[in-house]
């Protein structure tokens, strides 16, 4: 009997853990879309006054936080390496390669594929245009889970408790 209450409270306790990891989970990911949005402040300053793409991502890198740092280091050191192949190609592997350790979402990081499909590759002026619209996502997006992140919170908080509560009464 006893060691029924404590698996009764124990899984009580790991489902509402669940509800407060998941809760925390909107946070991690405005945190580094705002390191993103921040990436792309600095690169559109370093490429004004960089002489090169690889220096700028070097130069930047050294200022953003984990994992994104790694992220825009990995493009640096390859594109440092000149094996030819298009920034494009090196932007989207290394995307493919830092997608399960960051928090953002699948279109998150298809809106930075295509950024990266449009950089080094036009002139100044056009580059500016396209890191703005970029940053213009990033800003609507970090709007958006502004404005739901507290109702998320709750119900992720609220169901992971109801869920516990739920299976030790079918477990009585």
């Known amino acids: 009997m006893f060691i029924k209450y404590i698996c009764m409270a124990v899984i009580l306790a790991c489902s509402s ?3 407060f990891y998941l809760s925390k989970l909107d946070e991690y990911r405005l945190k580094e879309l705002l390191s993103v949005k921040k990436m792309a402040i600095m690169l559109a300053s370093e490429i004004e006054y960089s002489s090169s793409l690889v220096a700028a991502l070097e130069h930047i890198a050294g200022r953003l936080d984990a994992p994104l740092n790694n992220w825009v280091m990995d493009i640096a ?6 094996t030819g192949k298009p920034l494009v190609t090196i932007w989207n592997e290394k995307c493919e390669v830092y997608v399960n350790q960051a928090y953002l979402t699948d279109s998150d990081w298809e809106y930075i594929r295509d950024f990266g499909k449009n950089l080094g590759y036009l002139d100044k002026s056009m580059q500016h245009k396209n890191i703005r619209l970029f940053i213009d996502y990033l800003d609507d997006e970090i709007v958006l889970i502004n404005n739901s992140k507290d109702n998320n919170k709750k119900m ?3 169901l992971g408790i109801l869920m516990g509560l739920l299976v030790v009464i079918v477990l009585i």
């Open 156 to 158: 992720y908080r609220s």
């Open 77 to 82: 050191v390859e594109l440092s390496k000149r």
């Open 17 to 19: 853990l669940l509800g």
